[in-house]
């Protein structure tokens, strides 16, 4: 028997703050099986394994013909793993004591930024770096900005202070000297004399995690990588034991926030390429879903428990940035699927301010004790809450795959009445719908940012909202924005999970040139992009994945002599000369500005290299309704709509047949969501399994 007959499955994680999702994927039998359950704050490993003790073998046992009993962690081939327990560490600033060796006269870099802060008006703006001042020490040692060694780094110095931080109890160290990513000489020497006297293997050297210019963001990710690698690297470790401990003899990938995976060794060395690892595995899912169905332009919505995250998809391909800012100061610069995020998922909590103006987030309830219909002991309202108070989530219906057998509408009443309608002086169902209005205000201004604020008009563009929470407000969003089709995907409470199994494996590498491009030597060009390539294709080889096929991709970082922004520039690998690197950078500054500078010298910055090993797909048609031939209503459910109430019919989503044609107001029921078509909208299945929700001709009203 083969080995992929033994181990038939692939499984897609998705840690949430409210739940944890599994999209399972059988690739004998080509049948999927989604689990959702709730996520365990600050034991997040323990809620993964109670969703992998879900899955079910015995159709696998008696597929691939053994009598014998095995565990369902055995039967898996490879597991892919979502995670915000790096992104939940920054913010919440649980991250491991570090301290950092820098160069002297440079160790309030983190704290200079870019003399920004963080509200625009007013006179002081507070922010502490990841790394307090008094542990970040200095040492003799320069590296010139264009390589030459000016002074020898002190190794006695080096490992006086090391042995110091350790007195102090910092668990991780940040190695940065300036100017190292023009030479890393004295870093390799630093790091050298460190293993003699470092404990453990958190160490995060600079120029190794991002070997490019400017030291604030290289600064700012290295101290971050070494503030996160304790956390991550010990979650992951706990959960390889863990995953081992039940028979598990596969592969565990991590995805990253450039929307590929990568092993989970090279995630517990680089955590921070983890830092918006969930939410990139959905908008990854939602190109190809989108893509299988011929809509190539989409904005994705993913409302959880705790949050709303935007993003943008172009031609099939899910926007890229260089860098982002998890939160004010705390700059990663690597390359990451450009996500908005705002507090608004059905765990956000409305309130009153002091002026009186009602307020949604970004306050959460979370998992636990989690909205107040939860009953466990919140009594503050939530989105959610407003949802069940207004009949849009049936109360006794089980919630998050039968993770909540009920919810209590009358705690949930409770709540919007004592929170927002007695201090606003409205009624309970009108500040329930209040509550609504405002979290949809708030999304859509999050979509108007990745979308009119980018140069791209979204009445161009499908919405495609997943997430627990996001099919509830699909048309509000339409409304709102202008959308003319909304996409609710087949299993939208498990998309990022989706996402994960989909995800191809990528390494992205960056080096720093900086030099006049008439100056540039081609045949060194080349040969750093060798070692970049095979630096890329070990970490493919360790991984142990199997590939179709492996791509590869080269640009530089090109502007004008002067200039302070870059613009990227594409390379063909197999044809890189100096005129056809002008030409390309010319051809990239007419399309982009509408002219190209004459006579202006150009130079080159940076050469960024990206390798791709891309795993074996699934055809997603096999997700679409199959044999079902009839719509039938389970029944109504009273809903309140624009201070209407309405007897509304009620579907089970799933059994929906292909070309089945829905039209508002209906409520489709599924596992892990819920679908509310608003009055003057409609859905249709289409031949994929997705609901394409549009305005009904027939009843424009709303």
Avoid at 218 to 241: H, K, M
Avoid at 432 to 459: C, F, Q, W, Y
Avoid at 625 to 636: D, E, F, M, N, V
Avoid at 658 to 667: D, E, L, R, Y
Wanted: glycine share 10%; charged share 20%; proline share 4%.
């Amino acid at each position: 028997m083969t080995q992929a007959l033994k181990r038939p499955w692939i499984v897609g994680v998705d840690v949430g703050g409210t739940f944890t999702d599994l999209f399972v994927l059988n690739e004998l039998t080509q049948e999927a099986q989604i689990i959702k359950v709730p996520s365990t704050r600050g034991e997040e490993a323990k809620g993964f394994m109670h969703g992998v003790s879900q899955i079910v073998s015995t159709k696998v046992q008696e597929a691939v013909g053994e009598t014998q009993e095995r565990s369902q962690v055995a039967q898996i081939a490879t597991i892919v793993h979502g995670t915000t327990v790096g992104t939940n560490a920054l913010l919440e600033r649980k991250v491991a004591k570090t301290g950092m060796i820098t160069t002297r006269g440079f160790k309030d870099v983190l704290e200079m930024r870019r003399r920004d802060r963080p509200q625009t008006w007013g006179l002081r703006g507070s922010f502490k770096p990841i790394i307090e001042r008094n542990f970040r020490r200095e040492v003799d040692e320069r590296v010139l900005a264009d390589g030459t060694l000016h002074t020898p780094v002190d190794l006695a110095q080096v490992v006086s202070e090391a042995k110091w931080l350790l007195e102090q109890g910092c668990e991780a160290l940040c190695l940065f000297f300036i100017n190292a990513y023009a030479n890393p000489i004295n870093e390799m020497q630093a790091l050298e004399a460190l293993k003699g006297v470092w404990p453990n293997p958190y160490v995060s050297v600079a120029s190794t995690v991002l070997p490019e210019i400017r030291e604030f963001e290289r600064c700012s990710t290295a101290s971050l990588n070494a503030a996160l690698q304790p956390v991550v690297g010990g979650y992951l470790g706990r959960l390889s034991a863990d995953l081992k401990d039940h028979g598990f003899e596969g592969e565990l990938l991590i995805v990253q926030s450039n929307g590929g995976v990568m092993s989970s060794q090279t995630a517990s060395e680089l955590p921070v390429r983890t830092a918006l690892s969930g939410p990139a595995a959905g908008v990854i899912a939602c190109a190809q879903v989108a893509k299988a169905s011929g809509f190539l332009d989409v904005i994705t919505g993913d409302m959880g428990g705790t949050s709303f995250d935007v993003s943008l998809i172009a031609n099939a391909q899910a926007s890229l940035s260089a860098q982002t800012s998890i939160e004010f100061g705390l700059v990663v610069r690597s390359p990451m699927i450009q996500i908005e995020t705002i507090g608004a998922g059905g765990g956000s909590i409305a309130w009153v301010d002091g002026s009186g103006m009602l307020q949604v987030g970004p306050q959460s309830a979370g998992s636990f004790p989690g909205p107040a219909c939860y009953a466990r002991g919140n009594t503050q309202a939530t989105v959610t809450d407003a949802n069940v108070l207004l009949g849009r989530i049936a109360a006794k219906r089980p919630l998050g795959a039968g993770a909540l057998q009920h919810l209590d509408v009358d705690l949930a009443q409770a709540a919007v009445q004592d929170g927002v309608a007695t201090p606003l002086g409205l009624d309970v169902y009108e500040a329930a719908e209040a509550i609504l209005t405002l979290a949809n205000a708030k999304m859509a201004g999050a979509i108007r940012l990745v979308s009119i604020e980018k140069g791209h008009d979204p009445r161009q563009f499908a919405y495609m909202p997943f997430g627990g929470g996001g099919a509830l407000h699909v048309c509000a969003m339409m409304r709102e924005v202008g959308v003319s089709v909304g996409i609710v995907p087949r299993y939208p409470g498990v998309t990022s999970a989706l996402g994960c199994v989909m995800a191809d494996m990528r390494h992205d590498a960056v080096q720093t040139l900086n030099q006049a491009l008439k100056a540039l030597d081609i045949e060194s060009l080349k040969a750093k992009i060798k070692v970049l390539s095979e630096s890329a294709q070990l970490r493919l080889d360790a991984s142990g994945v199997r590939f179709t096929q492996i791509t590869e991709a080269v640009a530089l970082d090109m502007l004008y002599q002067g200039q302070t922004h870059t613009l990227s520039v594409s390379l063909e690998p197999g044809d890189i000369t100096l005129e056809s690197v002008q030409r390309s950078f010319e051809q990239a500054y007419q399309e982009a500005f509408g002219r190209v500078l004459k006579g202006v010298a150009i130079r080159v910055l940076n050469l960024r290299y990206t390798k791709i090993g891309l795993r074996p797909k699934f055809d997603l048609s096999i997700l679409a309704p199959k044999g079902q031939t009839s719509i039938h209503a389970l029944g109504t459910q009273r809903i309140y709509h624009q201070k209407t109430w309405w007897d509304v019919p009620r579907y089970e989503r799933l059994a929906l047949p292909v070309g089945a044609c829905v039209k508002g107001p209906a409520i489709l029921e599924q596992i892990d969501t819920t679908v509310w078509i608003e009055p003057g909208f409609q859905g249709r299945v289409d031949e994929m399994g997705l609901l394409l929700i549009t305005l009904d001709p027939t009843n424009l009203k709303g």
